[in-house]
């Protein structure tokens, strides 16, 4: 079992399509509110856990650190974020960002999706629309999107 | 997650995504994507190095100076080193009377609690059963690899995310036991190679897969290439 035996097994999935690519000019980075959106379908223990083919999001506080893997699927090491949650979730890098001004300010709050969906349809017109709403009324300007 | 990105720049924010599987994040094209070849599952790409990980980030809020959709790919590439092994004792026998592997989850439970408090308990036992409760799991395995039918052997909740505890205990173990961060899938070739749990877990896909039932009970049981 290696990566490359796991990639070559994903290789061929279709990737949805976009007919156009939406395009938003962010705010100089230094004076933008930053957030993460992860699809590595992390939560709070005190969070509902996230059910097979769940297309819903979870809120993640940036002041807990208490996040936990709920992914289906197998097919990815868990051990980076085992030793560091930074390696999926990198808040204390964009904290650290933050205190030298290089983002204006990172989120209060972000979200979390659950990856390795097949059916994108809930997603593309359900509870991404509601994700960026949120995160609009957040005060978000850019989202960093990290997979696993 | 490159296509939440398409989401997201309709409704005015906009996104900079990365991706470790290139054809993914390429043939998705987000509006901003950065491709970096690393493992799955390591998308800042190393553990415990916050300068490689700000090189990362700088690189991909770099991203958002383009005037128009772009894809970049990160100059830096990690790969899974397949020769590195975990030297991770694995317990020796202490409980005769009880299956190999439960002893032998048994035997790293001090290891696992000692990974948790230092690192959290971010992957392991707990999404169904808890470390207490893990020792059952297995013995429910052990049935099903034995020729039990997986409905009858008392797994406690969906096989796969019982699969995912007994991993998750195991390589929150490991790196416990480690005197370093593990380069990706190693704790999991550990794991599935080394231990007398893993070769039941495989064992019990191997017997659902044979007798049949439905690929997606027995498949998400291990990774796949297994």
């Known amino acids: ?148 | 997650m490159c296509t939440l990105a398409h989401v997201f720049e309709a409704a005015g924010l906009a996104t900079v995504a990365l991706g470790s599987q290139r054809n993914q994040i390429a043939g998705t094209a987000p509006p901003r994507g950065l491709w970096c070849d690393f493992p799955l599952g390591r998308p800042l790409g190393r553990p415990g190095d916050p300068e490689f990980q700000h090189r990362v980030l700088d690189r991909a809020l770099s991203l958002l100076e383009a005037d128009g959709p772009v894809f970049e790919e990160f100059g830096e590439s990690i790969t899974d080193d397949v020769t590195e092994v975990l030297a991770c004792p694995v317990p020796a026998r202490h409980d005769a009377g009880a299956h190999p592997a439960v002893d032998e989850a048994r035997g790293l439970r001090q290891a696992y609690d000692r990974a948790v408090e230092r690192f959290g308990n971010r992957i392991g036992a707990g999404r169904v059963v808890d470390a207490d409760q893990l020792p059952g799991a297995i013995e429910a395995f052990v049935r099903v690899a034995e020729g039990t039918p997986w409905k009858e052997a008392g797994i406690p909740g969906i096989p796969a995310r019982v699969a995912q505890d007994i991993r998750g205990y195991y390589e929150t173990a490991a790196i416990g036991l480690a005197d370093h961060a593990p380069g990706a899938w190693v704790g999991t070739r550990w794991f599935y190679d080394e231990t007398r749990t893993g070769a039941v877990m495989l064992a019990a896909r191997a017997a659902m897969r044979d007798a049949g039932e439905k690929h997606n009970v027995w498949f998400y049981l291990t990774p796949g290439d297994r």
Do not use: C
């Not at chain 1, 590595?40 to 936990?68: I, K, M, N, Q, W």
């Not at chain 1, 051990?79 to 983002?103: H, S, W, Y």
């Open chain 1, 1 to 148: 079992m290696t990566d490359k035996h796991v990639k070559a097994m994903t290789a061929d999935i279709e990737t949805p399509t976009f007919e156009t690519t939406a395009f938003t000019t962010p705010p100089p980075l230094e004076e933008a509110t930053v957030a993460i959106v992860t699809s590595a379908s992390l939560h709070h223990p005190d969070d509902d856990d996230f059910a097979p083919a769940d297309t819903g999001f979870r809120v993640l506080d940036a002041e807990r650190r208490d996040y936990v893997l709920g992914h289906w699927s197998p097919n990815f090491d868990t051990t980076g974020f085992a030793i560091d949650l930074n390696t999926v979730f990198p808040i204390d890098r964009l904290d650290e960002l933050a205190a030298k001004g290089v983002i204006g300010k990172v989120a209060d709050r972000h979200l979390s999706y659950a990856g390795n969906q097949f059916d994108l349809s809930a997603i593309r017109m359900d509870s991404g629309p509601a994700g960026a709403r949120w995160l609009k009324e957040q005060g978000v300007d850019v989202v960093l999107l990290t997979p696993v």
